[in-house]
């Protein structure tokens, strides 16, 4: 009978693949000699260790334990005791994992994510769920435990898989307990570090962590076991924060409106663009000009066309969400421009034909002459949100452009025409008459806004180019660079 109760151990404990000859090696000064000579044994004893690692790494001592009295055939009460505790922890553990990780899985759907989002990591738990697995046989778990049980020799055993040494003998003048809860901290602190370096933004190995978490899920605050150290942050928390970045689980066609952030990274940055052109538009209002006479003339000056040639802009995106959904980042751009009025031409704004004293007839016009005007700087701050991408690369977002110039427009007025002195009854030659030319300048103060929608593309990495759909009619074109911070 026990030789049967032991294949049907070994048999059904055979769960994970083995890490080869290394785990042996472990804990050759535990194994029984037959075990580590015996190719037929060995491997299912290297599965069943690396699977009640996983498990609970406590565990490992009664596995090793029941192997040793067994193997040395020193059969009894004490073999079946140990083998009988094995089994009913092993199953009881393993009930525990499965109830919790079905915990997990309705605590990851109450999550405030996007579906796609709870989707991937539904997905990643699930794939930690044995939804079936077969009971070893045991008996009531309430026999207690075995003869000559040694907390700190469990200890040690965990210790040890922890470890990976192959030198480690067991030291009975240590203290193993407190050696392996070090351990078990080192790893919990581990953990801490990707979840505030993902809470960061950083870069972290999200491959090391998938593989780390399914190591190490008895470390979790609420866990299924107990009597260990746990991190302080239940499993949930942590894959949501460390597992879930732009570009790695959002094909093309989950969201209507997904989040989008150039190059792959859900994270702040700074950025520095070009614009060109950069639209500027400015309305120069209407001036007015007083002779010496006291006589007021209206005239304007150049149109609303005011382009610049280009602007140089500072950039940067504040994330507002860790899925991609709308509204999830805010971009602002900082722009600046030159500008100067380039109209050289003449043109009249008053034609003058009256009597301007009893005996004197005026006749000619008023002219202004716009020159090119000092640089002056041109001022924008543009920000933007996503609302939804197409492709991996090209996203759409909309936004506001608030414009603020400020200007001095240096112009001349000259006035020129015939005056001759009005005697009806005698011709009198006309007298010519050039005025001196007054130097003025319209100061033009202005603050516009305007809807926008834009167009951003991720080249590489760190390239962005743009296309903006100002809502005056206007269109921009951009090529920025972006440092992840």
């Given at each position: 009978m026990k030789?049967?109760l032991?294949?049907l151990?070994v ?19 535990e194994?029984?000699?037959?075990i580590?000579?015996?190719?037929r044994?060995?491997p299912?004893?290297?599965k069943?260790?690396?699977e009640?690692?996983?498990l ?8 090793l334990e029941?192997l040793?009295?067994k193997f040395d ?7 079946n005791a140990?083998?009988?505790?094995l089994n009913?922890?092993?199953?009881e553990t393993?009930r ?10 309705q605590?990851?759907?109450?999550l ?10 539904l997905e990643y738990?699930?794939?930690?769920i044995?939804?079936r697995?077969d009971m ?12 000559g ?19 480690e ?9 407190r050696?392996?809860?070090s351990?078990?901290?080192q ?12 809470r960061?933004?950083?870069d972290?190995?999200r491959d090391k962590i998938?593989a ?6 008895y470390?979790?605050?609420g ?10 942050f ?7 924060s460390?597992?879930?970045a732009?570009?790695d689980?959002?094909?093309f066609?989950?969201m ?5 952030s ?5 994270r ?5 663009s070009m614009?060109?052109?950069?639209i ?9 000009y007083t002779d ?5 003339y209206d005239?304007t000056?150049s149109?609303d066309?005011?382009y610049?040639e ?5 950039g940067?995106?504040?994330?507002l969400?860790?899925?991609r959904?709308?509204f999830?980042y805010?971009r602002?751009f ?7 009025f380039?109209?050289g031409e ?7 034909s009256?009597f301007v004293?009893?005996?004197y007839?005026?006749k000619g016009?008023?002219?202004v ?12 701050l543009?920000?933007?949100t996503?609302?939804?991408f197409?492709?991996?690369?090209l ?8 414009h603020y ?7 001349r007025?000259f006035y ?6 009005y ?5 009198v ?5 050039d005025s001196?030319p007054?130097?003025?300048?319209a100061?033009v ?7 926008l ?13 743009n ?8 269109i921009?074109y951009?090529?920025?660079m972006?440092?992840?911070?």
């Amino acid at each position: 009978m026990k030789r049967v109760l032991f294949i049907l151990n070994v048999i059904m404990l055979l769960v994970v693949a083995g890490s080869g000859q290394q785990i042996l090696d472990v804990f050759k000064h535990e194994l029984p000699e037959k075990i580590l000579k015996n190719k037929r044994f060995s491997p299912e004893v290297e599965k069943n260790i690396l699977e009640y690692g996983r498990l609970d790494p406590r565990i490992i001592y009664f596995y090793l334990e029941y192997l040793r009295v067994k193997f040395d055939k020193k059969t009894g009460d004490r073999e079946n005791a140990f083998l009988w505790y094995l089994n009913d922890r092993v199953n009881e553990t393993r009930r525990l994992r499965s109830k919790w990780l079905h915990k997990v899985l309705q605590e990851i759907k109450d999550l405030d994510l996007g579906e796609n989002a709870k989707t991937r990591l539904l997905e990643y738990v699930q794939g930690l769920i044995r939804e079936r697995f077969d009971m070893l046989p045991s008996r009531n778990r309430n026999d207690g435990q075995p003869p000559g049980y040694d907390v700190n020799r469990r200890d040690y055993m965990a210790y040890l898989y922890f470890t990976q040494s192959a030198t480690e003998k067991y030291d009975a003048g240590k203290n193993y307990t407190r050696l392996a809860d070090s351990l078990y901290r080192q790893e919990i602190g581990r953990f801490a570090g990707w979840y505030e370096k993902a809470r960061e933004k950083q870069d972290i190995d999200r491959d090391k962590i998938k593989a780390a978490v399914s190591e190490m899920l008895y470390l979790f605050k609420g866990s299924y076991v107990s009597g260990l150290p746990a991190t302080p942050f239940g499993l949930p928390s942590f894959l949501s924060s460390t597992l879930i970045a732009p570009g790695d689980w959002f094909p093309f066609s989950d969201m209507l409106l997904p989040f989008f952030s150039p190059g792959g990274r859900q994270r702040s940055d700074l950025l520095i663009s070009m614009q060109v052109p950069a639209i500027n538009r400015m309305t120069v209002p209407g001036q007015t000009y007083t002779d010496t006479r006291g006589d007021s003339y209206d005239y304007t000056l150049s149109d609303d066309q005011t382009y610049a040639e280009f602007s140089v802009g500072l950039g940067y995106t504040l994330p507002l969400r860790r899925e991609r959904s709308l509204f999830s980042y805010l971009r602002s751009f900082v722009r600046f421009s030159r500008k100067q009025f380039t109209s050289g031409e003449e043109k009249i704004f008053e034609e003058v034909s009256k009597f301007v004293y009893p005996d004197y007839w005026v006749k000619g016009a008023y002219y202004v002459q716009q020159k090119k005007s000092k640089y002056f700087i041109m001022t924008q701050l543009e920000l933007s949100t996503p609302l939804f991408f197409l492709g991996d690369n090209l996203a759409l977002e909309i936004g506001g452009l608030f414009h603020y110039s400020k200007a001095r427009i240096p112009h001349r007025i000259f006035y020129d025409g015939t005056v001759k002195i009005y005697n009806p009854n005698a011709e009198v030659d006309p007298i010519y008459t050039d005025s001196r030319p007054v130097d003025l300048e319209a100061g033009v103060s202005q603050f516009m806004a305007w809807p926008l929608i834009s167009a951003k593309y991720s080249i590489l990495d760190y390239m962005l180019i743009n296309v903006d759909y100002i809502f005056n009619g206007e269109i921009q074109y951009g090529l920025g660079m972006r440092w992840p911070l």
